[in-house]
């Protein structure tokens, strides 16, 4: 996938997120994603559901910036193609995602 088709999915997330940013807090709806995410630590909302997707989308975008778009988090291998198909902000490969579940279960039991 092209750099400016991944930037254009990626735009297009934003967007979507901008909406329900908007809701939350109006006075956020043109701020940079990192100074929202650093308000939204500040208001001590890490546990919104919009905290984890602009963080998300915030790593593709630099990630993308530095030229290491598609790369595990983890393990530095290459993230399957039909998983950033499915999720442009995707930041483990399948292996690493299976693994980070399973080691961080219990936290994922709790926060639901």
Known sequence: MSG???????????MDLR?????????WADWPVSKIIDAMVDA?????????????????QCQLDL????LCADCENEIEAERLAKDPTE???QRCSE???HEHRQELRLSH
Request: aromatic share 6%; proline share 2%; net charge neutral.
């Open 99 to 101: 693994q980070y579940a």
């Open 44 to 60: 001590e909302l890490c546990h919104h559901p919009l905290y984890n997707r602009l963080n998300r989308l915030d790593a593709a």
């Open 91 to 93: 930041q483990r490969c």
């Open 4 to 14: 400016s088709l991944i930037r254009q999915r990626l735009s297009a997330i934003e």
């Open 67 to 70: 030229g290491l778009y598609g």
């Open 19 to 27: 909406v329900a940013i908007t809701e939350l807090n109006a006075d």
